[in-house]
């Protein structure tokens, strides 16, 4: 299992908003019925690594779908071999280890 954060970023829009972009490739999510969350600065997608590639792909042509002609995708891939890895796992992780710390 996989990790991948994702932002997308439509260049030559009308407006400085991006949210009708994100809508859309968030909505490639949806159908697919991927596990992620989104946040205010990309989304975090979780699954197997050759099927967060695909879905990477189909969310990069859902912005181009909405008629602009340039496109800027960020990915960044956290794979564990050792252990099962979550959205939830990371964030227990880094919670316990504020705790521990007080």
Do not use: C, Q, W
């Amino acid at each position: 299992m996989a990790l991948m954060e994702i932002s997308i970023i439509p260049i030559g829009t009308k407006s400085t908003s991006t949210s009708d972009y994100v809508a859309a490739a968030i909505k490639v999510l949806e159908r697919e019925k991927t596990k992620h969350e989104i946040t205010s600065m990309g989304t975090i997608v979780e699954g197997e690594l050759r099927d967060l590639f695909k879905l990477a792909e189909k969310m990069h042509e859902a912005v181009f779908s909405k008629g602009v002609a340039r496109v800027i995708t960020n990915i960044h891939l956290d794979e564990r071999r050792d252990k099962t890895l979550s959205i939830e796992s990371k964030l227990k992780s880094i919670r316990e280890k504020l705790t521990e710390r007080g």
